[in-house]
């Protein structure tokens, strides 16, 4: 097999030197920023099994799954998201006086794709989970936590757009829609396909409430959106959702990162278990969101305990590439006579890190310098040669 035919699988690539160092500087400033705010780290499996990934509460679309099977025959699936295993873990593994819990990861995930879509198929992951919390003091905690999570890890311009998965769902109720066609609204609104969202609703007899639902679904901004909502679901069951949202809005503006905050009220996300506030964030030089979460408050109860839940991911990888970190120096060779590794780690410990050379010959470490560009150290001698 030649070099040049030897590919990697679509999704993913390799990171190289400076590239690592940014990984580890955005996933080291998100653990530390977790830790401090008294968040406790789980670590799960790389790969669940099938029907715990695939659970009734977490309609994980199959087109997403690598699957395998394990040495019983029982089938298994790499995991593409973190929030089912925390769940999992908590309905399961931690006990009632643990409960509620702030947990946090640092993890890969990994979604199949497809070609030319851009999206990376294993992709690091750094969030937060607040189980066992509900209500509106959780909700801004959660969303607070994101900005300064952001803030941390980046100093690039990055907004935050928060949505209600209740609106969707209670205009749909008002039209008596079944769940196949909710289904369809809701990629539709995914999608922003204004024109064939549009002729599905023109089925519905409930006109008002068609007319609110297509509106509402553009509708995106800062609180002023919130007073065109509310005119529109007037006598709707979405009056409610509306009202904790501008709430909510009160809460973060109250908690100072409102400037950081937009509502859009046609968000939806691609795996359907929300079932309150999500939250999608954006930074400045990426094609797609880096950030992703919200309030499920069904999916531990799948697996034997309900517990109300919300948080967020933070892709690292899309943050990492954008950090603009400077190319590492040349690190000195250093040449280090026969029987003296100890005195060369030593010396690295005391001056920092340096390329050992690979010769026992000092004319030949020279050599491998100038190749290299760097300067020549030599253990047990002072002196630094160009």
């Not at 609106?167 to 809701?186: G, H, I, P, T």
Request: glycine fraction near 8%.
């Amino acid at each position: 097999m030649s070099v040049n035919s030897i590919n990697i699988p679509v999704g993913t690539r390799d990171y190289l030197f400076e590239e690592c160092g940014s990984l580890r500087r955005v996933s080291n400033a998100l653990y530390a920023l977790f830790s401090a705010r008294g968040f406790d780290e789980v670590i799960s499996p790389t790969f669940e099994y099938y029907d715990v990934v695939r659970t009734k509460g977490n309609p994980m679309p199959e087109s997403m799954l690598f699957k395998f099977t394990e040495c019983t025959g029982r089938l298994l699936a790499l995991r593409p998201d973190m929030t089912t295993p925390i769940a999992r873990i908590a309905a399961t593994r931690i006990p009632d006086y643990n409960l509620p819990a702030r947990l946090f990861y640092i993890q890969n995930v990994y979604r199949a794709g497809t070609p030319g879509t851009g999206r990376n198929t294993e992709v690091m992951q750094g969030g937060i989970e607040l189980v066992g919390f509900k209500g509106i003091d959780a909700d801004t905690e959660t969303i607070v936590m994101a900005v300064d999570a952001l803030r941390a890890c980046t100093d690039k311009k990055f907004h935050i757009e928060i949505g209600h998965a209740g609106l969707l769902k209670e205009l749909a109720r008002d039209l008596n829609m079944v769940d196949s066609d909710f289904d369809a609204m809701r990629k539709l609104t995914e999608r922003r396909n204004i024109a064939a969202l549009t002729d599905m609703l023109k089925r519905y007899e409930n006109k008002k409430a068609a007319e609110a639902l297509s509106e509402l679904i553009m509708l995106f901004g800062g609180v002023e959106v919130l007073d065109r909502a509310e005119a529109l679901c007037a006598g709707s069951r979405a009056s409610e959702e509306l009202k904790y949202l501008r709430v909510l809005i009160e809460n973060l503006n109250s908690a100072g990162v409102s400037d950081y905050i937009s509502v859009d009220f046609g968000l939806v996300h691609q795996i359907d278990y929300y079932t309150g506030i999500i939250i999608r964030a954006y930074i400045e030089g990426a094609g797609m969101e880096v950030l992703s979460g919200g309030r499920y408050d069904r999916l531990a109860g799948s697996f034997g305990k309900a517990l109300p839940a919300i948080g967020f991911a933070i892709d690292i990888n899309s943050i990492a590439v954008l950090d603009e970190m400077p190319p590492a120096g040349k690190k000195p060779v250093l040449h280090v006579p026969s029987g003296r590794i100890r005195e060369a780690f030593d010396y690295m410990d005391k001056n920092g890190p340096c390329d050992i050379s690979p010769y026992d010959s000092l004319e030949k470490s020279r050599e491998y310098a100038k190749r290299r560009g760097s300067v020549l150290k030599v253990i047990g001698d002072s002196k630094e040669e160009e």
